[in-house]
């Protein structure tokens, strides 16, 4: 994924049309929903919009209030939920796409959103990701038409998407570019998602990676760290365990996930911290021995996120930090 300018809080559109599957929205609004839960300041907010405001009925008959599209969008990111129909009409937003797009947004469509994006603009589809129902139904009205299986794919700000349960793979990717690694893959574990899937994994099964960073020995490393937060393994004493070298394990991480072992090992004890201290009654010195800091945690915590965990939690139990859902 693109670059993006760093700032403290990203904004999310969610557009929806009448009959929106409801696993795709949820699937992105949860993952931001956790991310900020997870997060010492909470990172995302979101939107639902359509094209006139008001109540719009998911096919499960649940309702969204939603506000109208704006005309010079401000989000950071939009999200077209699909609607279990690419002919349908509410899909066809090429200028409302374009609206983002010119303000350096970038769009994520889903499903049925992508195949009439894909539809809409005539472009070659293999470029180009849907639902691979929707690449079936498209396949037979249109000679030719043969989407990339993948379960997204980037074109400049737009990124055509699978959708369903992928969309919890494509929510992940883009906090993934806010948060550590660790946090996001502390948000994935509170959904038991236990496979991420980077883009270019194939739907709805074929070349699936079965694994959650990419790499087995990888994967292996990070269980041992997460069964070992109140007394931290060295990393020494950990590559022994593995039967790796040091040398080897730095490079994995920095290749996979872009960061050094210790670094990783420390943000996944505070991403933990972060849920006691939010979700327990647990006092500040009782999470931090609980995460394997037994002492300087709340130094090394306000080092980190420019707060200390005291004045984190009367905050957020005050309700000064400002949550969609809380």
Not at 77 to 104: C, E, H, K, M, W
Request: hydrophobic share 40%; aromatic share 8%; net charge neutral.
């Amino acid at each position: 994924m693109s670059d993006r300018p760093e700032k403290k809080n990203w904004h999310v559109d969610v557009i929806v049309a009448d009959g929106f599957v409801m696993t795709e929205l949820a699937a992105v609004v949860d993952t931001l929903r956790i991310a900020n839960r997870v997060s010492a300041l909470p990172p995302f907010s979101w939107t639902y919009r359509a094209k006139e405001a008001g109540f719009v009925a998911s096919s499960c008959e649940a309702l969204v209030k939603t506000e109208a599209f704006e005309s010079r969008p401000s989000a950071d990111y939009a999200f077209v939920i699909g609607n279990s129909n690419p002919d349908n009409a509410a899909l066809s937003l090429g200028s409302t796409i374009s609206s983002y797009t010119s303000r350096q947004a970038q769009v994520f469509l889903l499903a049925e959103a992508a195949s009439r994006y894909i539809k809409d603009s005539g472009v070659d589809a293999s470029g180009f990701t849907t639902h691979w129902e929707n690449a079936e139904f498209l396949r037979e009205r249109s000679r030719g038409f043969e989407p990339n299986n993948a379960i997204a794919t980037q074109n400049g700000g737009v990124f055509t998407c699978a959708g369903m349960g992928t969309t919890v793979d494509v929510t992940l990717a883009l906090i993934g570019q806010h948060v550590s690694s660790a946090t996001k893959l502390t948000v994935a574990n509170i959904l038991l998602h236990d496979k991420i899937r980077d883009f270019s994994t194939q739907q709805p099964f074929s070349g699936a990676k079965g694994t959650s960073t990419g790499d087995r020995e990888l994967d292996q490393c990070i269980e041992i760290m997460q069964a070992n937060f109140e007394d931290p393994i060295p990393i020494g004493e950990l590559v022994a365990v593995m039967g790796m070298s040091n040398r080897s394990l730095e490079r994995k991480f920095r290749t996979y996930l872009g960061t050094t072992p210790n670094t990783f090992y420390r943000e996944l004890r505070l991403a933990k911290a972060n849920n006691l201290l939010l979700n327990t009654t647990m006092s500040v010195r009782e999470v931090g021995l609980a995460c394997g800091f037994s002492n300087g945690f709340s130094g090394l915590y306000k080092s980190v996120y420019g707060i200390t965990p005291l004045a984190l939690r009367k905050q957020r139990r005050a309700g000064q930090v400002t949550l969609n859902d809380e």
